[in-house]
């Protein structure tokens, strides 16, 4: 009976994170930042560059900047709505998040 509970447990978790991803991705990313959210943000870093492989992009509200790892042509990427799973990765410079699947440059993405 415990072995049967701690299986249940252990397949709850990802089922429910995936039911909640499906979620987003059918009814459309509808998380919004509160106004004035950012008067009360603090950065950890002001990073203004980043080095060759990163790039710099705005945290999910925008208050602050991180490096975002650059995906290479035909990587792996996951948009959802414009936030792209991992969130501190996108694809290069020239290259777009082809059918929410694939980094490709534009004239090769096929929708």
């Known amino acids: ?3 049967n509970m701690a299986l249940s447990v252990r397949l709850l ?7 909640f991803i499906l979620s987003l991705m059918q009814g459309g990313l509808t998380i919004v930042c509160p106004r004035d959210y950012c008067k ?3 950065c950890e870093v002001n990073v203004t560059c ?4 990163y790039h710099l992009m705005p945290t999910f509200c925008g208050c602050c900047h991180h490096c975002a790892k650059d995906i290479p042509e035909n990587g792996s ?3 959802l709505g414009g936030l792209t ?3 501190n990765t996108q694809c290069a410079k020239g290259l ?3 059918n ?12």
Do not use: Y
């Not at 929410?100 to 929708?111: D, R, S």
């Open 13 to 19: 978790v990802p089922i429910s994170v995936a039911i």
């Open 100 to 111: 929410a699947t694939i980094c490709l440059k534009p004239e090769n993405c096929k929708k």
């Open 40 to 42: 009360n943000v603090t």
């Open 1 to 3: 009976m415990v072995q």
């Open 96 to 98: 777009v998040c082809c």
């Open 85 to 87: 799973i991992p969130w």
């Open 77 to 79: 990427c996951r948009d």
């Open 50 to 53: 980043c080095t060759e492989g």
